[in-house]
C-alpha cells in the first residue's frame, strides 16, 4: 500500500495478544497513524524490522519487559541496525519504577501502558518529532 505523505507507520513489540491488539486498536483510531506490524518479542521485531522487504515505521512502541530480548536490549539492537523510527518505551510500570538508562537514548519517550490513548500516542510523537500528522 502506497503510503500518505504525514502517514505515520507504526509497529508494536509486546509479548502480551491482548495489549497488541490494544495498541492496534489505538493506532486504527488516531487520525494520520497506520499500523505496519507487531511483534511478540524483540528477537522477532529486529528480524522483520530489518528484511530487505520489512515493514520500515516511523514510530516503534516497545515493551519493557519481555521474555528473551527486554525492551531496553530491542531499543539498542534497532538502533544498532539503522532504524530511523521513533522508538517509545511503554510499560506498566511508573516511570520513577523504570531502569535508570530506560529514559535516554536510544530511546526517544516513555509511554505508560494504563495511559494508551490516541492522544497520548499522538503526543509521544508530536513530543519527539514536533509536527501532528492529523494537521
Given at each position: 500500500m502506497p503510503r500518505a505523505a504525514d502517514e505515520i507507520r507504526v509497529f508494536a513489540i509486546d509479548d502480551h495478544p491482548h495489549v497488541l491488539a490494544s495498541v492496534e486498536l489505538v493506532v486504527a483510531a488516531c487520525e494520520g497513524f497506520r499500523s505496519v506490524g507487531a511483534a511478540p518479542d524483540g528477537e522477532t521485531a529486529i528480524d522483520l524490522i530489518g528484511a530487505d522487504d520489512g515493514p520500515d515505521p516511523d514510530l516503534i512502541l516497545?515493551?519493557?519487559?519481555?521474555?528473551?530480548r527486554n525492551g531496553l536490549e530491542t531499543a539498542r539492537a534497532l538502533a544498532a541496525g539503522g532504524t530511523e523510527a521513533v522508538l517509545v518505551?511503554?510499560?506498566?510500570?511508573?516511570?520513577?519504577?523504570?531502569?535508570?538508562d530506560a529514559l535516554g537514548p536510544p530511546l526517544h519517550a516513555f509511554l505508560p501502558k494504563a495511559e494508551l490513548s490516541t492522544d497520548s500516542l499522538r503526543?509521544?510523537?508530536?513530543?519527539?518529532?514536533?509536527r501532528d500528522p492529523s494537521r
Open positions: 516497545i515493551d519493557l519487559h519481555m521474555p528473551g518505551l511503554m510499560s506498566t510500570a511508573d516511570r520513577d519504577a523504570l531502569p535508570e503526543d509521544a510523537w508530536t513530543d519527539v518529532v514536533g
